[in-house]
Every structure is written in structure tokens, then in C-alpha cells.
């Protein structure tokens, strides 16, 4: 079977978000996995999980939401195919 086209490809600046992944409950990290896949796999993605943030040039944040937990991770885009993770958070 053949594999999936994918639209974008993600990677990892630096440890931080790995340090940050790690860190958190198995639902959540199975939930961060799910929508990085999602935004490597459809060409356009709604922004309930991808959104430029205003007044910051180039930088987004992927939004990660599991139950009443909400979790930020910042990116930007390179070349437009490849995402590029910095770092995220858990919003309080």
C-alpha cells in the first residue's frame, strides 16, 4: 500500500519541545502526536489546531487541546512545507 502524501514535514529546534513532551501524561503526548500528524497530513489546516499568532511575524502555535487541558506549542514555517517545533506550554 502506498504511503500517505504528506503536505508538510515537521521537526524539532533544539531539545525544548522534546524536553517539554516528555514531560507530560500519556493522553496528552497521544494527542500532540495525533495533531502533528494531522498537520503533516491535510493540505489545509482548520486553526483550531494551526494559528498565526497577530503581531508576531512568522510565528505560530499549534493548539493541542485534551479535556479541559489547553497546550501551546510554537512553531514557524520554513519554505512553507517544513514546521518547525520551539518549544510549548500547558495555558493556565
Not at 504528506?6 to 497521544?30: H, L, M, S
Not at 502526536?33 to 497577530?54: A, C, N
Not at 512568522?58 to 520554513?78: A, H, M, N, T, W
Amino acid at each position: 500500500m502506498p504511503e500517505k502524501q504528506k503536505y508538510r514535514k515537521i521537526i524539532f529546534y533544539k531539545d525544548y519541545f522534546q524536553e517539554f513532551f516528555v514531560k507530560q501524561r500519556e493522553k496528552v503526548r497521544d494527542k500532540i502526536i495525533w495533531t502533528l500528524e494531522l498537520i503533516e497530513d491535510i493540505q489545509k489546516i482548520p486553526e483550531t489546531y494551526l494559528k498565526h499568532m497577530e503581531n508576531a511575524d512568522g510565528l505560530y502555535e499549534i493548539r493541542v487541546q485534551q479535556g479541559s487541558d489547553i497546550f501551546r506549542i510554537f512553531c514557524f514555517f520554513d519554505q512553507g512545507q517544513l514546521v518547525i517545533l520551539m518549544n510549548g506550554f500547558q495555558k493556565k
